[in-house]
């Protein structure tokens, strides 16, 4: 796994871009909750499940089905609302983007088994090709450690960094469409 903090950043990054006129406590507590919930599956453990089972820690539940499929159940239960408008839609496709971008940044860790992206259709695992992040440890007692500050290090560099120029990039470019607009209509 990359730790909760690498996932909520991309959770967050997501959010902003693609959903502004959803910002509430509501969308943003639904946001990190897709982001960190695949990392459920290390209940497997617990269950006797190996590692390396399709029900075991990155199978199923960091595939992108199950990103879609939760995506759309996250939608239809919060915000059934907006339905079949292309508002329901969107947010289904944001909610399972962020879900995915768990299973991708956990393929991008230097650790553990691959995760397998293509579940329940074929169970192989995989790695991306760049994978500089820190794996992070299971469990919370491991993470206070060394071994938690080289993860918060490297997720800062490979996740957090990127997140935060994505978002000044998207600030920027809404405050220049706004100052456009303000100019050109008044
Ligand atoms: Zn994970």
Known sequence: MAS???HAFVAGAVG?????????????????????????????????????HVLGHRGISHSLAFALAWGLLVTALAYREHFPGPGFWKLTGVFSL??????VLDAMTNGGLGIAFFAPFENSRYFLPFSPIQVSPIGVSA?????????LRSEWTWIGLPCVAVVALVFVI???????KSTTTG
């Open 4 to 6: 909760v903090f690498g």
């Open 16 to 52: 902003y871009s693609l959903i502004p006129e959803h910002s509430s406590k509501k969308f943003w507590t639904l946001a990190v909750a897709c982001s960190v919930l695949p990392d459920a599956d290390v209940l497997a453990f617990k269950f006797g499940i190996p590692y390396h």
């Open 98 to 103: 962020i879900t995915a971008s768990h299973g």
């Open 143 to 151: 993470f206070f450690s060394e071994w938690g500050l080289a993860v």
């Open 174 to 180: 809404r405050q220049t469409r706004k100052r456009w």
